[in-house]
């Protein structure tokens, strides 16, 4: 139940040999349930999902601007009323609603360096 019908992944990238980069990804999960239960609670809609980098490098650095959820696709990954952690070797029962969400957009720029 928790895996969807369909789920499709595409991924392109470009660098040509003046160091310019470029590459995106694209993913999309079909509905599913996010517990072994097929309670309507618990479904999950369908989401894609789209990231992107473009950037110059060298033989030392580059530097790159990234986005990762482009297009702030929100959603809740995961819910019911009963889950189970681990912490700290412990393992503790959780009998209360729950839910996780995916993160936000996220736009930033990357150095790196090597030598």
């Known amino acids: 139940n928790n895996a969807p019908h369909l789920?499709?992944?595409v991924g392109l990238n470009y660098q040509n040999?003046?160091?310019?980069?470029a590459s995106g990804?694209?993913?999309y999960?079909?509905?599913h349930y996010?517990?072994?239960t097929t309670l309507e609670s618990n479904k999950v809609d369908a989401?894609?999902?789209v990231n992107a980098r473009a950037g110059y490098r060298n033989d030392n650095w580059s530097v790159a601007l990234f986005a990762d959820n482009v297009f702030d696709e929100r959603f809740i990954g995961r819910q019911g009323l009963f889950s189970v952690a681990t912490n700290d070797g412990t393992v503790t029962a959780n009998t209360g609603p729950f839910f996780a969400v995916n993160d936000p957009r996220?736009?930033?720029v990357e150095l790196r360096y090597s030598y």
Do not use: H, L, N, Q
């Open 7 to 9: 789920s499709v992944a």
């Open 17 to 21: 040999d003046r160091g310019w980069f």
């Open 25 to 27: 990804t694209a993913s």
């Open 29 to 31: 999960t079909g509905e």
């Open 34 to 36: 996010s517990d072994v």
């Open 47 to 49: 989401y894609t999902i």
């Open 106 to 108: 996220v736009v930033g």
